[in-house]
């Protein structure tokens, strides 16, 4: 559907990245500026008998924010829009805003505006978030190699494993807390960006295997994951062992991880992983290749079902 929509729609000078990547890139002045929003309707994206009403601002904001980390941006301000219910009650409103303001705050960007309404429907909440490109330099989906390695930050499957104790009612207390909570990764996305041997980047929203697929797609390559380099949490191994469960496919196919899949140069991905890891503690995981010898995904050099979330699926 956004491809449809991409082609229908108009084209104008001062937009130098359009519709396709995490973000738009608009050119104001000599600076660059990135532009992404996100939806989050209520039983699609959140369930209020899962989270508070500050867990599910946090969210909101966190997954907009994390467009800004794909590209390796510094967010700049924040709209918020909300549709609610007319017997939701001001106290709620107020902690929802609160969550928001929470994360936006720590990486120094704050709410300006936005606008307010009642609704007969689902609670919604859109959230339009602008930052700069640092140094006019950004990342796109678009720039894998034939050869690259494929990396991951963090621990991806931590949120789609949370939601599903939550579901069950079983207590992770991690496992939720990643998933109410999770963090844009604002400082590495920025970090990758400014080294030339990452190529491509994307925040993984759909499921990891999904957006792979994503950054695959649009250098016209295939991406080869390897199930023993998936990295597994001992939280998410417990909780798939006592609940007879394949953590890999949290690890694959649960999305709202936020963290960042990225293509990287094999020839310098040894130095370029040790000055990362003088910067931050977040782990990295070498995953994968990206090939042009087929395209797609494979897990193992073999096709798979791993498909992660799709609205219109």
Known sequence: MIGRLARLLPKAPYVVEGIGDDCAVVRVGDRLLLVTSDLFIEDVHFRKRHATAEDIGWKAAASAMSDIAAMGGSPLFCLVSLACQEDTSAQWVEDLYQGISNVLSRFGAVVVGGDTTSTVGPLTVDVFVAGLAVSNRYLRRKGAQ???LLMVTGLPGLSA???????????AEALARAHRQPR?????????????A????????????????????????GVNLHASQLPISSELQDYCTMQLLDPRQFVLTGGEDYELAFAMSPGQHERTLEDFHHEFRTDISIIGEFTDQWQGVRLDGKEADLDGFDHFA
């Open 198 to 221: 990452v190529h491509a980047m994307i925040d993984v929203s759909d499921g990891l295997a999904q957006d792979a697929g994503h950054l695959a797609d649009a250098s016209g390559l």
């Open 146 to 148: 034939a050869g690259d």
């Open 161 to 171: 494993a949370g939601f599903h104790a939550l579901e069950h009612g079983v207590a």
């Open 184 to 196: 844009p990764r604002i400082p590495e996305g920025q970090w990758l960006c400014a080294h030339p």
